[in-house]
């Protein structure tokens, strides 16, 4: 079991490389799920909670799992505001947070992620030993902990609306805001004037959804943060890396269905790498 899997993600970022994911819904084997997905090159996995169903000890699970596999964990929350500290605590690397749209929302996640001086979050260190990696509390300095953890976080603020585009660039001047991950289709439902008789596709391919979209990567590529997205075809996600989009969000796996998504993934990460 190595140290540091998502720092080095986050070492990764910063030095502007694209890193490829899934979202993982309920069903299936989770050690199964995580090994073929890092078989097929993925770089991390990221649990859905705000449009899906998956308990607390299957979370657990995958937990233990990408541990042992070297594999960076990260979680879409219920909420912005939901209780997710107990997620985080148990090992859980770092957080997507949905429909956030003003700084103070930001500030709060913030907050409640990172341990002083980032935040003020609360201390649960020794109740997981998948938290610190199996250090050792008692032969390691507590301060040298609570710096790992942080080290070893990252948050997603989520831009799904006009309200957290004008924000946008203040939200990411905050510490321990990683960057942001677009939710094109809620950002179309909050811009309006959808074509009635406009398939999924054509919803987050208007000129004004691009321009939104190519205005979004610019704040961040000025913030010097990450821009994260999903929720399009290989080719289309591919265009949108060489945009300047990292985070990529290829597909979603449900009861484990990662041989039937197979071409997709190898697809996207063909065309990105």
């Not at 995958?62 to 960076?72: A, F, K, N, Q, T």
């Not at 997603?156 to 004008?166: A, D, G, V, W």
């Not at 054509?202 to 979209?213: C, G, M, P, W």
């Not at 949108?240 to 041989?259: F, R, S, T």
Request: hydrophobic share 40%; with cysteine; glycine share 8%.
């Amino acid at each position: 079991m190595a140290k540091n899997a998502t720092y080095n993600m986050k070492l990764k970022l910063q030095a502007g490389e694209k890193i490829l994911g899934q979202l993982i819904g309920p069903g299936g084997d989770p050690e199964k799920t995580v090994r073929a997905l890092k078989d097929l090159g993925d770089d991390y996995i990221m649990l859905e909670l705000e449009h899906s169903l998956v308990n607390k000890e299957t979370i657990f699970e995958y937990i233990r799992v990408c541990r042992e596999m070297d594999m960076p964990i990260l979680m879409r929350t219920e909420d912005k505001a939901a209780y997710f500290r107990c997620y985080l605590d148990a090992g859980v690397n770092g957080l997507m947070l949905p429909l956030v749209h003003t700084v103070e929302e930001a500030a709060h996640a913030v907050d409640m992620s990172y341990f002083p001086p980032i935040g003020h979050r609360g201390t649960g260190i020794g109740l997981s030993p998948y938290l610190i990696d199996f250090q050792d509390r008692d032969e390691v300095p507590f301060l040298a902990l609570t710096e790992y953890i942080n080290n070893n976080t990252v948050l997603f603020p989520q831009t799904e609306s006009l309200e957290n585009i004008s924000n946008l660039p203040r939200i990411l001047s905050l510490e321990g805001v990683t960057g942001t991950i677009v939710g094109p289709f809620d950002l179309a439902l909050d811009i309006g004037g959808i074509d009635p008789k406009a398939l999924a596709t054509e919803v987050v391919a208007t000129d004004v959804i691009e321009e939104k979209l190519r205005e979004i990567v610019k704040i961040c590529q000025e913030a010097g943060k990450v821009a994260g997205i999903g929720g399009f075809k290989p080719k289309v996600l591919a265009r949108w890396a060489k945009e300047g989009y990292q985070l990529l969000i290829v597909d979603y796996v449900l009861n484990g269905n990662v041989d039937s998504l197979r071409p997709f993934i190898e697809e996207a990460r063909a065309l990105i790498a």
